[in-house]
């Protein structure tokens, strides 16, 4: 089967814009993940979902950023009024639950000018 | 607040084992250690994880010491394609998981 699906795979916008990006994970994966990962650095926690509710959003830098998965499945993570700090790649993964593999997508770069 | 200290890089020539260490010395009775690596340009690709016992799988082994404070992870014949970096994470069963910094590992021809 297909693996975590991410797009899109790059997006570049202008400082104060909206922007989705969408991560379609793994059939039957109950638990998704969003991270971002800067240049040089490890990827950075954002927001856990099990299922369609946040399990742990302690990671989201602030109000500006938001997630959903509405119905356990799909997941859109928004950011709104970006800034240029925000330019990084969006990591995706999904989770079967246990101990065990996290499965990641490639990962959406988001550029803001 | 990283659970876990790894060194920042390490060499390792085409062909020999790669070892590579990872100290978590506050690790809790329930936590779980993972590997993880991200080759260039990639998402992070699961390894191996374990919880007291040593693990092997078709990638590598996990070495993790009685005391549960340390492990090592090894990679028996290493190649150029092992080139990345290497995350060891600590984390109770069914809890986020939280990347540190690494270990970039090269691997020499």
């Known amino acids: 089967g297909a693996g975590v699906s991410q797009t899109p795979s790059n997006k570049v916008t202008e400082k104060g814009k909206y922007v989705e990006l969408r991560c379609d994970p793994i059939s039957g994966h109950t638990a998704l993940y969003w991270y971002r990962q800067s240049l040089g650095q490890g990827p950075e926690f954002l927001i856990y979902?099990?299922?369609?509710?946040?399990?742990?959003d302690s990671g989201l830098p602030n109000d500006r950023f938001f997630a959903v998965r509405p119905e356990g499945s799909v997941s859109t993570l928004k950011i709104q009024r970006t800034e240029r700090g925000d330019s990084a790649v969006y990591l995706c993964a999904s989770w079967v639950g246990g101990p065990g593999e996290l499965f990641f997508g490639e990962g959406s770069r988001l550029t803001v000018l | 607040d990283a659970k876990t200290t790894q060194p920042t890089s390490m060499d390792c020539a085409e062909g020999r084992a790669a070892n590579l260490p990872c100290n978590h010395s506050t690790i809790s009775g329930n936590e779980y250690v993972y590997w993880y690596r991200q080759i260039h340009s990639q998402g992070p690709q699961y390894i191996i994880h374990?919880?007291?016992n040593n693990e092997t799988n078709e990638m590598a082994s996990l070495i993790i010491t009685e005391d549960r404070k340390s492990s090592t992870l090894i990679l028996p014949h290493a190649t150029l394609r092992d080139t990345a970096v290497y995350y060891c994470i600590v984390s109770p069963r069914d809890d986020k998981i939280i990347f540190g910094k690494g270990t970039r590992l090269h691997i020499l021809p």
């Open positions: 374990g919880l007291k």
């Open positions: 979902f099990q299922g369609t509710g946040a399990a742990d």
